[in-house]
């Protein structure tokens, strides 16, 4: 399946339906032979001018901070706009020489020379298209935030040191501490001219973005690195002609690779890092590129955009990314060029300039093609102070401070500072080795920072278990209970989600020795509710505290084991007693389990025996009093959606409503004998009568609504006419509309774009169906007076994980449709 999202169908706004005919295809397919080829957009065209004017400079800068010859940056550039632009899975990214690998790269040069480097460059290229062929790229992305952060942040440092040392007019040393200890000595010989050279260079990069009033406007245009170093060679020029210059030799003398020399462990070694860093910081770029796109096609249009502006974007196919980025590599390593990967400050450019596909990014790279041949002399003009200044402005910006911040509040600081210690003093790929050390380090302290406590209230004792339960805490575990004397009465609260096979069988073991000893014991669960343990279910196949199996137990004829039946109940879910197993003797009950009436009898008898005696008393009590619920619950039919146990809610708590689709007709869409008036009755039966404080309309992944949406209404004619589920289905067109639309934002879920078409309709579905119900003259109504709330909600069964939609599109007012994933922690959240 592509890892693209679907493409929205503007070329036929009167046609709500997607058929299958209508060519949903991935994106990145090549166009059809023999058709036409598509023209190159004006918007494209000024994109990559905007862009070739930063990559220069930018490409120039980093083959100095490296050490390599100048005119490596160069062909690094135009190969990775021409190659990876093509070949790439991200058409709006933008790949070239790369900030993130300067540190490795100028310690290679160093080592082996840059001819060996070159070489080593083709190695990692030909294994990130190895890699890309296996489908492993989105594995890639498995690694801690914290820890790709550091390393840039650390590379960001080292590149900062080093190219201070030139902007004062010396050399860079050997390595970060190097550079660090020499600072002093450099700064007491230091000269006027370099220092001020770069210093009028970072000022300019930091006014010209802030230029005030319609002049300023108009100048911004032109990018500020490339205003930067213009304005520094100008001053150069006429006030420090001796200053250091850019020295491009003739193309006749380029270097290109060789045969490495060098221990095979350790040109491996260099390989695998080269790889691994240019890979992660391509693949973090794409992510970063595609949010972009996204957050500009949910942008409305100014008045003077070009109308391809508010184009959606596509999301990246990341292993096509990966193999474009090795194809890149695998080139500039064979001409003598810089290794290669995608940047986010390239990419943002492109994004902003307003490019509409990777036509801006492959004639970026045939612009710096073209000024490498036809523009050394203007490049030699530039002073290497201001080049200097260009790339540490860009070595600090990779120290971010939102980036701390965000490891900050998920307690993942320890693993950010490790990582960048160990970038800074030992190099990338020891700083990314330490940094998954110490990351794993707080995994197992957070798994074995468990809280056992005991305590005794009128007469009974109370263990109080707050944390997961893993081998690591069986100790704390044990010691714990061994505090209580035998046949004792004990309640023992699991405030924790998770228990592994060791800490079961301790508690296990304890329970049954209290048992024999005359004692009583009570488990309950985060929220109080009670769970009682089977008398015999140590190795049965619905353990208590392991994830409901869907009572699959219950039909395995060849295993008479005793399986647990589990309820909805009012606070949770409860675990009932053993199901008598004496009908699984039988050959003939064994077969008739099969059909689904002994599955509806034994689950009504289990729910008699084990479940009734435990919640009989909540519900006299809301058959005395009558129904409140707080909440109107619509949602689909599907089988896999159990909304107590998704919500945690039990009886009283939900008035559900549950179709094909999870769909709300509107007002005013009612044919005589079609059945929609019993969506409309329960609105407002809930909203008048029950009074509901809120209603959720709930999406759910791989519905099959909307999978029959995008494939099509088949062909109705006077001999066939349309069926009952069309008749329904039909007011699940305007879904489909809104996703094909202009005038809306594309629903997404926060942090990526959907995975397919099918859940990008699912999610804008939840999104449509929320404008119906706000048409409805009640919702209506309660919502003016400010008494009612609507809330969005996707459940994605495969994860077993929430999301709601955003403020500002579930109340109408806001133009995001984003939906928030729902975290563990999270014990209440603003009224959507």
Known sequence: MSACAPIRHDRTPRRPRIRRSSGVKNPHHPPPAGGRRPRIAG????????????????????????????????????????????????????????????????????????????????????????????????????????????????????????????????????????NALALPEQLAGIGPAAP????????????????????????????????????????????????????LPSWRSHALPELPHGPVLALATAVFTVMLVASLESLLAAVAVDKLAADRAGEPTPARAAPSAAVPPRRSDLDRELRGQGAANTLTGLLGGLPVAGGVVRG??????????????????????????????????????????????????????????????????????????????????????????????VSLHRLGRTKVTVSEQ???????????????????????????????????????????HAAYEAIQTWHGTQLAQGGRIDFTGRSGSRIAEPAAAAHSCCRPWTPWRNHHCHDRATQPAHPTAIADTPTGILTGAPTDSRSTASPTAGASRKGGGHRLLSGLSSFQRNTA?????????????????????????????????????????????????????????????????????????????LRVES?????????????????????????????????????????LERMASRRHSWARISGRLPADEVEQLCLTNVVQQLEHLRAHEAVARRLAEGTLQLHGMYFHVGEAQAYLLTEGSSSGTGPDEVFDRVGTGELERTAV
């Open 196 to 247: 001020l050279i770069g210093a009028l260079t970072i000022t300019v990069l930091l006014l010209w973005p802030r230029l005030p009033g319609r002049a300023g406007r108009t100048v911004r245009r032109v990018p500020a690195a490339l205003a930067a170093v213009v304005v520094a060679t100008a001053v150069a020029t006429v006030a420090a002609p001796g200053l250091a210059r850019v020295h």
């Open 695 to 735: 209603i959720t309309v709930c999406g759910h992944s791989g519905c099959g609504a909307m999978q029959a949406l995008l494939k099509g209404e088949p062909e109705t004619g006077p001999k066939k006419p349309r069926t009952p589920l069309w008749r329904w289905l039909r007011h699940g067109l305007p879904s």
């Open 43 to 178: 918007a494209d065209v000024s994109a990559s001018i905007t862009v070739f004017l930063i990559a220069v400079p930018m490409s120039l800068g980093l083959a100095l901070a490296v050490g390599a010859p100048l005119e490596a940056g160069l062909v690094a550039a135009a190969i990775g706009g021409i190659v990876a632009g093509l070949f790439g899975g991200t058409p709006l990214q933008v790949s070239g020489p790369s900030a993130g690998l300067t540190v490795v790269t100028a310690e290679l040069i160093q080592v082996y020379g840059w001819r060996t480097t070159c070489a080593i460059t083709v190695g990692a290229g030909l294994l990130q298209i190895l890699l890309g062929s296996l489908r492993a790229a989105r594995n890639a992305l498995a690694v801690s935030p914290a820890i790709v952060h550091g390393t840039l942040a650390g590379i960001g440092v080292a590149i900062a040191l080093a190219q201070l040392h030139i902007m004062l007019g010396g050399s860079p040393q050997s390595s970060v501490v190097a």
């Open 458 to 500: 009128d007469g009974c004792h109370v263990v109080t278990v707050h944390g997961q339960l893993t081998f690591l805490a069986v100790p704390r575990l044990t010691r714990a209970l061994g505090q209580l004397p035998p046949g004792v009465q004990a309640t023992v609260e699991l405030d924790g989600f998770f228990m592994d």
């Open 613 to 689: 005696p435990l919640v009989r008393d909540e519900l006299a009590r809301l058959a005395s009093e009558g129904q409140r619920p707080s909440q109107l619950f619509i949602t689909c039919a599907d089988s896999r959606l159990v909304t107590s146990m998704i919500t945690s809610s039990g009886p009283g708590d939900l008035f559900t409503v549950r179709n094909v689709g999870n769909l709300v007709p509107p007002p005013g869409t009612v044919s005589a004998g079609s059945g929609d008036d019993s969506v409309a009755a329960a609105i407002e039966y809930a909203v008048d009568v």
């Open 348 to 441: 943002s450019a492109n994004v902003r300039a307003g490019a509409t596909g990777r036509a801006s990014t492959v004639l970026h790279g045939v612009w710096v093609l073209l000024a490498a041949g036809l523009l050394v002399a203007v490049f030699e003009w530039i002073p290497l102070a201001a080049l200097a200044a260009l790339v540490m402005a860009v070595g600090v910006q990779m120290v971010s401070f939102a980036h701390i911040r965000n490891v900050h509040k998920h307690r993942e600081f320890p693993v950010y500072a490790a990582t960048v210690a160990g970038v800074i003093g030992f190099g990338a790929l020891a700083g990314v080795a330490l940094g998954v050390a110490v990351a794993v380090v």
